[in-house]
């Protein structure tokens, strides 16, 4: 398990990484699609509720999307929780959250759909959605400030992600249920 545990950590986690798209959709969906497609890219995995609705009604539908029901700590309604179900709590990546991102991705590369339900929080599951995706692939999130971000999944984000993931605090037990 990996937790966010400074102010400045978590600033620091605001930031738009790669290519941020500050506009509203569908412009920013539609900005991004080019940006990708210009770049090759190949596999669409979506973090979060409102980019993955967005990529969805202006784009197409992701190969892996990653959402909790919420959109800034709101409910926007149940939806039936089809696909794989984790518990991530807030601020924090545990090892469930990299299996089930992984065996998404490994779905996604032999044509499958996915969609990872999150009890808690989804936030951080970009990190994994990079270390874990091919390179080729494409990572979306947004961020509360407005951006689209895209992440072009090379070996450089890849480091930078291992780099973020590094700064966090990490913790012996594993998933936070008291596994070693």
Do not use: C
């Amino acid at each position: 398990m990996y937790r966010l545990t400074s102010d400045s950590l978590r600033r620091l986690m605001a930031v738009p990484f790669a290519v941020s798209i500050p506009r509203e959709p569908p412009a920013s969906v539609h900005h991004a699609k080019a940006a990708a497609e210009d770049l090759g890219l190949q596999l669409l995995i979506t973090v979060g509720d409102v980019v993955t609705s967005n990529v969805r009604r202006y784009w197409r539908e992701p190969d892996v999307a990653i959402i909790d029901g919420r959109t800034r700590r709101y409910g926007i309604g149940e939806a039936e929780r089809t696909g794989t179900v984790i518990d991530n709590p807030p601020a924090t990546l545990i090892s469930e959250s990299f299996i089930a991102v992984r065996n998404a991705v490994e779905e996604a590369v032999r044509g499958r759909r996915s969609v990872i339900w999150v009890n808690g929080e989804e936030d951080l599951l970009a990190i994994p959605a990079v270390l874990e995706s091919p390179v080729g692939s494409a990572v979306m999130y947004g961020l509360y400030t407005g951006y689209l971000v895209l992440v072009p999944v090379v070996p450089a984000y890849k480091l930078l992600m291992l780099k973020l993931l590094a700064l966090m605090e990490p913790s012996p037990r594993g998933s936070g249920k008291g596994k070693a």
